[in-house]
């Protein structure tokens, strides 16, 4: 269910060496296949807060710009964007208890969750995110979905015996007379190699699993005091069951130039035999109880290593060696490896679980949940889709069953805050979309959740057994801020993602995070108009900072520039250039495009452009797509610019009509190949060609010029009247702060 490689595989080198589009020529036959339908998520945020700018670019903005892309290539009915609030899972209950207790809150938890939402699709908007939609896990109009879909995917993995009950040990605090949800919890990360402090009760803050009794000096977020730990029956994933599949499909991914290193090599740690490893300084206490242990290998330390290596058959045999070593006083930390993930909890904020798979009263862990949530939403897409068509008048019986059942549940559904989709879709059967290999579903997450998309997901996926299509998961690295990790808990909080808009414009935010490679390493972004160091001193000795220095240049506006400047000028020229003028009777001002061939070396250079941004986008290679874009506005700015220059020194009306259409061509198809990363300008220009939008960017014309593309409009060249451009007019403006 993988696509094709490339065909030869040549890479737009062109582009990277910073050399001519014809230096390494590109041809039509290597471009890439593309599904049929696509399915783009993006990573969810906890319904605890709003979001920070890491949020929108380091994850929403990508999923966005590939999401606008797909529908631009493969048509809008063709893909659905779905993300939303991840509105269980202890963040969200220990934020609304901290609520309740500073604030005095009245309301309920998914009032609470509710507010948070509408805050976090707000500021996506105003960044142009364009989900078909922005949904929560506990709120409608996907919340009785979700629990559908929740009850149908627990009760299919207990069908096919990969879930298990298991008891095992959650912390109890006795003095605040309750159990603790996994946020509740504090301690030190047990993983070898993990130096995070910031553990919870099984899982720390850079992704790591472990069971509760590994956490190293828990302490109650509550009280203060140690907890206890209670046995307690919950069911869990066979996760271990599917390591031979997760090997090989470890290794298939690995050799797919559409997923990143990074993505295969993090599901390699997890494929790891089941180890503890032992400081040397534990080596005579754990000499006295080996005998004592479950069947096990001791690889001893090599070179100058200050620990020592117990492997196991499984994980079972070393879980039961903790008992045994903890009895004896030897501290120990334990290797990556598969261990069954936990389904279910018993916090009352959750999704039911059914009582018929094992356990009674449990609700789902976040987790689970939250992985297959991408699918309720999308159910929700769709069974909005179907309770349209019913209303229009479309028989029932000519719409998918599952659709129109899944409308039933949705009680009154709240008007979107982004713009809901004017179309439905191609087809509103979820599994043409989820369980179908003409389909493809892509997912955009931070890399520190690749365990959790691409392990534990892929299992369950293939448990299932329905045929789920492995999502090709686009993860990219931390998002810094000023060159540290960008985190709501440190001292140098980010900034709020609408507090950026104080300051930039949404598309110059939106090409500056493009620009910054994540899929590659993590990057910082360091926005001037938020950069408080100290830079030198003002004629009276008081320190100058950074925000407030003319010498120093805001990083963030780079990519901005090219917008405001050279994009601008290049879409200007063409409508004004055709514009009708009085006291000019200039035979190309006739107000509409002008017909003629562009130049051969226009055709070709635009043809290459358009193969090389085509080829970066199918390996996710967004930065290197924008360099596409920017080397051909550049070349086509300088072209206008000597051509009509030359033009009007020697008056010659049809040099000028030539460099015209050359520049009308190369407009066009930068226009579409910027689309997703820029939205709202491309759109305004897209406007100005009076040209329906769906026609004008759709990428079955993209080779066309605009003759032809004339003729499918059934318009003589030449003929085709642009909407009029009023003076000094900018499609792409800058902040007001930075005039």
Known sequence: NRPQPRAGGTRAMSVLAKEPFMAH???????????????????????????????????????????????????????????????????????????????GYKKHISDYVRENHDSQETDLASFGVSCDLYAGSALEPAAHIHERVTSEII??????????????????????????????????????????????????????????????APKSALTGETPELVPVDNLYFDLPAYLGYLKDYTKQIEADPTVRSVVSKTMEEWLNPAQLYIQNKFREAFDAIEGELPAHTVIEPEGNKSSFTVAFPSWRERDEAHEVLNRGGVRFRSGKALVPFRIT??????????????????????????????????????????????????????????????????????????????????????????????????????????????????????????????????????????????????????????????????EQLRSHWLSLGLGEKPVSFSPKAFDTRETGKDKDGNPVLARDDKRVIDPALKEGALLTGVFNRLARSCFYGVAKKDGDEAAYRTGCIPAGAPSAEVLAETEQAILAFEQAMYTFEFHHAQLVCDELLRAANKRWSDASKAAKNQGDDDAMAQALIDAFHQLRAVTVLMHGIVPAGCDLICEHFAIDPKVFFSWDNIFMTCDELCALLDEEPGSHRIKELPPRFDFFQKHESQY
């Open 345 to 506: 909890g018993n916090v009352e904020w959750g999704v039911p679980v059914p009582n018929d798979c094992g356990c009674t009263d449990l609700t789902c862990w976040v987790w689970p949940e939250s992985l297959w949530a991408p699918i309720s939403f999308s159910r929700t897409v769709l069974a909005r889709d179907a309770a349209k068509l019913e209303a229009a008048g479309v028989a029932p019986a000519t719409l998918p069953a599952s659709a129109l059942s899944d409308a039933q549940l949705m009680d009154e559904v709240p008007p979107m805050i982004m713009d809901e989709p004017a179309y439905t879709h191609s087809t509103l059967d979820w599994r043409d979309w989820w369980a179908s290999e003409d389909a493809r579903v892509y997912q955009f997450i931070g890399q520190d959740n690749i365990y959790f998309y691409c392990v534990a997901q892929s299992g369950m996926w293939k448990a299932l057994d329905w045929n789920m299509q492995q999502s090709c998961v686009a993860a990219n690295y931390h998002i810094l801020y000023m060159g540290k990790k960008a985190s709501s808990s440190s001292q140098t909080p980010p900034p709020l993602a609408h507090e950026m808009l104080e300051h930039y414009t949404p």
């Open 155 to 216: 009760r299919r993995l207990h069908e096919k015996g990969a879930l298990e009950k298991r008891s095992t040990k959650q912390f109890y605090d006795p003095k605040a007379g309750q159990f603790l949800n996994g946020r509740q919890v504090l301690g030190h990360c047990p993983i070898q190699g993990c130096k995070s402090e910031k553990a919870y009760a099984d899982e720390c803050d850079l992704g790591h699993q472990f069971e509760p009794e590994e956490l190293i």
């Open 25 to 103: 020529e590109l041809s039509r036959d290597q471009r890439p296949s593309w599904p049929r339908r696509a399915i783009v998520t993006a990573g969810m945020p906890y319904g605890n807060k709003g979001l920070h700018f890491g949020h929108v670019g380091g994850v929403f903005v990508p999923a966005d710009f590939y999401a606008r892309f797909l529908r631009d290539r493969l048509g809008r009915e063709n893909v659905i964007f779905v993300s939303g609030t991840d509105c269980y899972g202890s963040p969200i209950m220990e934020g609304f208890r901290k609520r309740r207790e500073a604030d």
